[in-house]
């Protein structure tokens, strides 16, 4: 296909991996061959001495990616902060953009759409020198942004999209996500608000516990392919 996702929020607990898992079955049931990767987890539980990267099994799952976890999240910590600073708390080796680059040119080989998650938002630091936004640069990845509808959306959703277009990223677009069963009063402004002040596509909405919309999917699968988004 050519085109490769980073799904990536606006901060921590955006949903992103709900997202990623959604998109991942979507593209899937479509019979493309689906590769995930999280190149570092953090926060991981430790089963018998094997850290558990919860969310890259989810997407895999998902997904159908049987790939060996070491492959999809080559870094895996137990503390639940920034990679390089985990890597340092736990004792573990720091995470390195080479080694990262090669499990995920090994995933793509065996993959016809690669969807790769970041630990927290675009400036969440990968290691001690680069960030989420250098890490899409240097895979050549497209960029997705979850927005999650809560108080503090909008600032927070301008200054990713600011600092991607600073970073010379290309975004596919966002997505607006419902976290609760109804949204709060006044919160279906931010989507209106964000809409108007920028120009980069809203891709749609995903409702509390519900699939991706087909619309979602077709424009995503659309951009994979090389067709502009409308």
Known sequence: MGVNFLITGTDGRVGKSTVGCALGFAFRARGLRIGVMKPAEVGCADYDGELEAADTRALALAAGCDLPVELMCPYRYRSATSPPLAAEL???PQPELGRISDCFDRIAAASDLV???STGGLAEPIT???DSADLSAAL???VIIVIANRPGALNSALLTLRYAASKG????GWIFNELEPAARPGDPTTLKTLSRLT???CLGTMRFKEPL???VVEKLLRRA???TVP
Not at 169 to 172: E, G, I, Y
């Open 90 to 92: 736990d004792s573990l």
């Open 115 to 117: 969807l790769v998650e």
């Open 128 to 130: 001690w020198q680069a």
């Open 140 to 142: 050549d990845l497209e």
């Open 169 to 172: 990223l290309r975004v596919a």
């Open 199 to 201: 120009d980069t596509p």
């Open 213 to 215: 919309s087909i619309e």
């Open 225 to 227: 392919q090389g067709v």
